[in-house]
Every structure is written in structure tokens, then in C-alpha cells.
């Protein structure tokens, strides 16, 4: 059985709703899968909220979004628990750093074309 975490063990609380439990996290929509967080940010050009029924549709759990895209999405989010935070950018950043971990002390990397 696959990982599972609640939203509140993610930094993402939702108060008066019901606890929902995610198998991952999504920034991209074609990237969901059943049971994952997907989470529509606003972009330079298109609101992530635009890919929100594409999201549902591929089985996500739960969308974590700000306000402006709760507006634009509220149709394809109707009945699945919906994380709203000001800066859903930042809230989604604590929740991938809770997912995954902390990140290594040390990078090493080897660049170069030779």
C-alpha cells in the first residue's frame, strides 16, 4: 500500500472539513494520480486553477489553491477538499518539504561539456 498523509501532517489544515488523506503531490496536473494533492498555483501567464478539472479528473484528492483560483476552478472543485491559503506558492513549498524531507546539507554537482 503506497504512503498516505493527512493534509494537516502536510502543514495544511482545513478546519470544519473532513480529513483528507493524499498519496503524493502535484504541481502539474498531468502529473496527478489517484489519491494526490495537486496544487494550483498562479503562473506568469495561466492560473494553474485552469487545470483543475483535468486534476479531478485524473484523481486527485485534494486541491490546495488561493482564492483567485477557488473562483476559477470552483465548478471542477465541487465537493473535493479544497486547501485555500494566501500564498499557495509558500504553502505548497512546507508541504513538499514535509513530503520529502529535508534537503541533503551538501549538492554536488559536475557541469561541463569536456
Known amino acids: 500500500m503506497p504512503e498516505t498523509r493527512t493534509l494537516a501532517e502536510l502543514g495544511l489544515a482545513m478546519p470544519g472539513t473532513r480529513e483528507a ?6 504541481l502539474d496536473s498531468r502529473q496527478v494520480r489517484p489519491g494526490v494533492l495537486f496544487a494550483a498555483l498562479p503562473g506568469a501567464s495561466v492560473h494553474g486553477a485552469a ?10 484528492a485534494a486541491v490546495l489553491t488561493d482564492p483567485e483560483g477557488a473562483r476559477i476552478a470552483a465548478e471542477a472543485l465541487a465537493g473535493l477538499p479544497v486547501v485555500l491559503a494566501e500564498d499557495a ?3 505548497f513549498a512546507r508541504a513538499c518539504a514535509l513530503w520529502f524531507g529535508p534537503a541533503p546539507e551538501t549538492v554536488v554537482a559536475g557541469t561541463g561539456t569536456n
Open 51 to 60: 487545470h483543475a478539472a483535468q486534476a479531478v479528473e485524473r484523481g486527485a
Open 89 to 91: 506558492r509558500a504553502a
Open 21 to 26: 488523506r493524499v498519496s503524493g503531490v502535484a
